[in-house]
């Protein structure tokens, strides 16, 4: 009899009964997969709290509320320096492509989140900054991932979320 269950098998396995086979688990498991899982968690839950903050421009909580404002959009919130920066800078710190930062960019102008200025260190530089209205959604960026962080210790607990941020910091190299 054979102990693994081919590819075919496998799938109706799991569709017929919806249990995974026990030796199959650990890739729905492992951390690699928790991590990613708990940050689009977290990416949602910071996007859900955006959207109903009173101090948001209504025309950005409309957009947030309809999941217009995505997780790729808080790069730019999460990423752009208060000084401004070019786009490839953002791109880099994000780690996606300077085309994918760049359309991000566009978006977030549209939205009057952000601008593009000449770089006073290289007139033939364009640089990103904030808007107004950007730095009132940077400022709702900050109570919001205030707001996710409370609720993930009150989850698990205040002595298991210090060693959870211990340990991220820890092996993401203090990034």
């Excluded at 650990?26 to 109903?52: I, K, N, S, Y």
């Excluded at 401004?84 to 953002?90: A, C, E, F, S």
Aim: proline content about 2%; charged content about 25%; aromatic content about 6%.
């Amino acid at each position: 009899m054979q102990d693994h269950f081919t590819s075919a098998a496998w799938e109706e396995s799991v569709l017929t009964s919806g249990v995974i086979p026990a030796d199959d688990i650990w890739r729905q498991t492992h951390l690699g997969r928790l991590l990613g899982h708990a940050m689009r968690c977290f990416d949602e839950r910071v996007l859900h709290l955006m959207a109903h903050d009173i101090e948001v421009p209504l025309a950005l909580s409309n957009l947030a509320a309809r999941n217009k404002v995505t997780a790729a959009h808080i790069h730019i919130t999460r990423h752009l320096s208060l000084r401004g920066d070019r786009i490839v800078t953002l791109a880099q710190r994000a780690g996606m492509s300077k085309q994918a930062m760049a359309g991000l960019v566009d978006q977030c102008e549209a939205w009057d989140l952000v601008r593009r200025e000449p770089d006073p260190m290289d007139g033939r530089a364009i640089r990103v900054v904030f808007t107004e209205v950007g730095l009132l959604w940077l400022n709702a960026f900050k109570r919001s991932v205030a707001q996710a962080e409370l609720e993930f210790q009150e989850a698990v607990g205040k002595d298991v979320a210090v060693v959870v941020q211990i340990g991220l910091e820890s092996y993401a190299g203090g990034a």
